[in-house]
């Protein structure tokens, strides 16, 4: 089955600065990629998400990169904002498969 | 559109009880399914369904049982509950079809209820 290894597990950024989370994944025909934020106490959020037919796709200061060959895609975050501290998880879907989650990033933005 | 509501939000049991997990939704999505989130842990798929009357085995089926009559309810169900499965379980639901090639499989979760065997 699928396979989805996240890292880091935890990063802490000033205000201001950019956050990368990056994630791998072991089934090639995996197809979508959606990125999960989950406030505490709450379900996770889809924040942004990418097929496997596109290589970048961006919304406002958040963007995701995907390289199909090397198996891995990632989150940019830019222009940290204090509301930005949650636990984001990527994940990866195969046509009429659920999701397999990457075991989450706990993203602490310093004031 | 209330999304997907989930009942209990909290709940405690003793080991050897059963309970059902209660999960609906308003969107008319013909995908739904279970996870289950341990503390600092991910989410991992307890079981799933693609339309009324068909469900399938997830990553961690072992100790639960679903049911699928309807498109709006998929309620999980706990017989023997153990300590092991002390958890936050989180039910989804997904439109099947995707809007062209750049389209989305979006999962909307539910709040979440929280679940403690001792």
């Known amino acids: 089955g699928e396979n989805v290894e996240q890292h880091p597990s935890t990063l802490s950024v000033q205000e201001g600065d950019s956050a990368v989370i990056k994630c791998t994944y072991s089934?090639?025909?995996?197809?979508?990629f959606p990125w999960y934020k989950q406030e505490l106490g709450k379900g996770p959020q889809l924040i942004i998400d990418?097929?496997?037919?596109?290589g970048e796709k961006k919304d406002q200061r958040i963007a995701v990169t995907l390289n199909k060959t090397a198996k891995h895609f990632s989150l940019h975050i830019t222009e940290t904002q204090p509301e930005d501290s949650a636990v984001y998880f990527c994940?990866?879907?195969?046509?009429?498969?659920?999701?397999?989650f990457g075991s989450g990033t706990r993203l602490q933005v310093q004031p | 559109n209330a999304g997907v509501t989930q009942t209990p939000k909290f709940r405690i049991l003793k080991i050897g009880q059963s309970m059902t997990l209660q999960c609906a939704q308003d969107?008319?999505?013909?995908?739904m399914y279970w996870y289950r989130q341990d503390p600092g842990m991910g989410l991992k798929l307890i079981y799933y369904?693609?339309?009324?009357?068909?469900?399938d085995k997830g990553e961690v089926p072992n100790g639960y049982n679903v049911s699928r009559s309807t498109t709006e309810d998929f309620p999980l169900r706990l017989e023997l509950a153990a300590p092991s499965q002390t958890s936050v379980y989180f039910c989804?639901?997904?439109?099947?079809?995707?809007?062209?090639?750049?389209?989305?499989?979006?999962?909307?979760f539910g709040p979440g209820t929280r679940l403690t065997v001792t």
């Open positions: 989804a639901s997904s439109y099947a079809g995707t809007s062209g090639a750049t389209g989305s499989y979006e999962q909307y």
């Open positions: 089934d090639s025909a995996s197809n979508y």
């Open positions: 990418i097929r496997s037919n596109v």
């Open positions: 994940a990866a879907y195969r046509s009429r498969r659920a999701l397999t």
């Open positions: 969107m008319n999505h013909n995908y």
């Open positions: 369904s693609v339309g009324a009357g068909i469900t």
